[in-house]
């Protein structure tokens, strides 16, 4: 899987892949709606060379970290970024092997989710939001009516009540939204996203 990541980000260009966009406007509403302070500790989860980051600081996010399998997709964001990159903690990592060490306010994952395709591989993922999570998560997949596939590899499409089953032991959700994201190369993908909030451990 990280081979297959580092020799995409290595010979294709952002136009070349169908996971671009020029402005992640679904992910920045979502994120505005949590009315989170600057200060927030925010993760972009398999974030690779994705200008949400660039969007986040420019509206002045002081505590923002991404994440990606690809060394080679993280080095392409910072050298976009020159020095504004100093401010942003990069981490290369498998999402199955992350090991958080830090809690997080926010946690966003769009097009990451989506490509872990067991209940084994699912169950790990929420077992590290829930212990890494104190605030909001958003996740946004492809949907029911959008691709099987994505740079080759099988995804799990998602409807809003399956994707809100697989955190619910842990979030509340909140809304879901259905968007066509148009690819670089004029196709149409749709994809949902959710946000949730943490749920506060009951006291007995």
């Not at 302070?37 to 949400?52: E, H, M, W």
């Not at 600081?57 to 020095?83: F, W």
Request: hydrophobic fraction near 30%.
């Amino acid at each position: 899987m990280k081979s297959h990541w580092e020799d995409i980000y290595a010979t294709k260009e952002p136009d070349q892949v169908s996971w671009t966009q020029e402005k992640p406007t679904t992910s920045l509403d979502f994120i505005r709606s949590f009315d989170l302070p600057k200060t927030a500790k925010i993760i972009d989860v398999g974030g690779g060379d994705s200008r949400l980051v660039d969007f986040l600081l420019d509206e002045g996010y002081q505590n923002l970290t991404v994440l990606d399998i690809s060394e080679n997709a993280l080095k392409r964001a910072k050298a976009r970024l020159g020095d504004k990159a100093n401010s942003v903690t990069w981490i290369v990592s498998d999402i199955k092997e992350f090991e958080p060490t830090e809690k997080y306010d926010f946690w966003h994952d769009r097009a990451a989710f989506h490509f872990l395709t067991t209940e084994n591989e699912v169950k790990k993922y929420v077992t590290i939001i829930s212990d890494a999570v104190d605030g909001y998560l958003t996740i946004g997949t492809f949907s029911e009516k959008g691709p099987l596939k994505c740079s080759g590899l099988p995804i799990r499409q998602y409807s809003e009540q399956t994707l809100n089953q697989e955190v619910s032991s842990s979030f509340d959700k909140i809304r879901c939204q259905t968007e066509d994201h148009i690819t670089p190369f004029g196709t149409t993908q749709n994809f949902i996203f959710c946000s949730f909030k943490k749920r506060k451990p009951s006291i007995s």
